[in-house]
C-alpha cells in the first residue's frame, strides 16, 4: 500500500481533484497519440499533465500563484532553485517546526514574491501532499504532510515548455479567445473531482458551445471514486466519444478516469 502521499507527488503541480490516475494518460495518448502533435489549450492548468506533452498551446488559470508557480517551471533554473530552498529551509529534511516556519515566511513574502519564493511555496506544496489550499487573502494554508520532494518531471518538462511554444495567461476558463484558435488546437479541460453541480453545468454549457462552433475539445475527469458513478458526467459525456481508464486496488478504493472528446 502507498504511503501517504506517496501517489500525489506527480507530474509538476497534481494537488488533489486536479490529476488523472496513474496510467491514464499513458493509455489515453496510446489510442490517440495524435493528440501530441495538437495545440492544447488548458483552461484550467491545472497539472499541466496534458499541456505538457502537446506540441504547444496556452495555460489558463485564474489562480495566481498556480499561474507564477508554472511559469517558474519555464525557466532552465526551476529544478536547481527548488533543491536550493529545499535544502536551506529543511536541511534535505522534512520537519513540521521547519514546514510551518516556512509557511510564515512565504505568506509574508507573497505580498511581494520573486520566482524564489515560489520556489519555495513549491517545497510547501510538496510537503503538504501538493494540497492546494489558500485563504481569501492568498496566504497558503496547506497542512504538514510530508513526503518525498520529487524533481524530476520538472527536469523533463522544463526542457520542453523551453524549446516549445507555450503560452501561460491569467483568467477564467470561459475568457479563451476563439481568435486564437486553428485547426490544431484542441481545447482542454480538467473537471476537479469534488466540484459542485453548478461548476460542472457551467463547464458542460461552455463544451457544448465549443463543440457547436465545430472546434475540437477534450474533457477530462473522474467519472468513478470508491465505487461512487458521477451520474451528471456520465450523462453529459454520453453526447461525445469517450475512453475510460480505470484503477483498482481494491473494489472500496476503485476510480476510473473518463476522456471526452468530440471531434477526433
Known amino acids: 500500500m502507498e504511503e501517504p502521499g506517496d501517489s500525489l507527488n506527480r507530474p509538476i503541480l497534481p494537488y488533489p481533484g486536479k490529476q ?6 499513458k493509455h489515453f495518448l496510446a489510442s490517440f497519440e495524435a493528440v501530441k502533435g495538437r495545440y492544447i489549450y488548458d483552461l484550467e492548468l491545472s497539472t499541466g499533465e496534458m499541456l505538457y506533452e502537446s506540441k504547444g498551446g ?7 500563484h498556480i499561474f507564477h508557480i508554472h511559469n517558474l517551471m519555464r525557466m532552465s533554473y526551476a529544478e536547481s532553485l527548488i533543491h536550493e530552498e529545499f535544502n536551506t529551509n529543511f536541511k534535505g529534511k522534512w520537519g513540521p517546526r521547519k514546514y510551518y516556519g516556512l509557511r510564515m515566511k ?11 519564493t515560489f520556489a519555495r ?18 496566504n497558503f494554508k496547506g497542512e504538514y504532510f510530508p513526503h518525498t ?3 524530476e518531471d520538472i527536469k523533463i518538462y522544463n526542457k520542453k515548455i ?8 491569467q483568467g477564467k476558463f470561459t475568457s479563451l479567445s476563439k481568435n486564437l484558435i486553428t485547426q490544431k488546437s484542441l481545447i482542454y479541460i480538467n473537471v476537479p473531482f469534488p466540484c459542485s453541480k453548478n461548476y460542472k453545468d457551467d463547464i458542460f454549457e461552455y463544451f457544448d458551445f465549443i463543440n457547436d462552433q465545430n472546434l475540437d475539445f477534450l474533457v477530462t475527469a473522474k467519472i468513478q471514486h470508491r465505487g461512487l458513478l458521477d451520474v451528471q458526467l456520465r450523462s453529459w459525456a454520453k453526447k461525445y466519444g469517450t475512453f475510460v481508464h ?8 476503485s476510480s476510473s478516469d473518463i476522456f471526452i472528446f468530440n471531434n477526433f
Not at 58 to 64: L, N, Q, S, V, W
Not at 122 to 132: N, V
Not at 162 to 169: M, T
Request: proline share 5%; glycine share 6%; with cysteine.
Open 20 to 25: 488523472l490516475v496513474p496510467g491514464s494518460k
Open 149 to 151: 520532494l520529487n524533481t
Open 106 to 116: 512565504v505568506n509574508h513574502e507573497l505580498k511581494n514574491p520573486s520566482n524564489r
Open 58 to 64: 496556452m495555460g489558463i488559470t485564474a489562480e495566481p
Open 121 to 138: 511555496l513549491y517545497c510547501l506544496l510538496a510537503c503538504s501532499g501538493f494540497r492546494h489550499k489558500f485563504d481569501s487573502y492568498g
Open 162 to 169: 523551453i524549446n516549445s511554444d507555450f503560452v501561460l495567461k
Open 246 to 253: 480505470s484503477q483498482f486496488k481494491d473494489d472500496s478504493f
